[in-house]
């Protein structure tokens, strides 16, 4: 499964920022660094507690993938950035083949 895939209860945040950082085996402090560069944007409760969802944890994965294949932060910004165009350019392209043709 790609990691933009959506599903049913992806966005609900339910994870605390050190459960999430256990998940995904990364240290608190890298998970608000990659927020504060706009890798991911976590929702917040009333109070500003971090509440990470299932679609949060696939990003998290990502970037640790990707910080292991050795790109730094810019480039994975650049490579998430072009995933998520691909992944609507892919949508779009089945809405229209799913349109119906006049001849």
Known sequence: MEWTA???GDEDGVYA???AA??????VQNLRVYE???LLEPLRT????????????R???RIRDLLADGLN??????VLALEEQLARLRR???RLRRRPTSH
Do not use: K, P
Not at 22 to 27: T, Y
Not at 46 to 57: C, E, H, M, V
């Open 6 to 8: 959506r599903h049913e």
């Open 17 to 19: 920022i050190s459960v």
């Open 36 to 38: 504060r560069r706009g």
């Open 92 to 94: 779009e392209n089945e």
């Open 22 to 27: 256990e998940m995904v085996s990364m240290q």
């Open 73 to 78: 932060l810019a480039g994975i910004e650049r």
């Open 59 to 61: 990003r998290l994965v």
């Open 46 to 57: 009333a109070g500003g507690t971090r509440r990470y969802s299932r679609a949060d944890i």
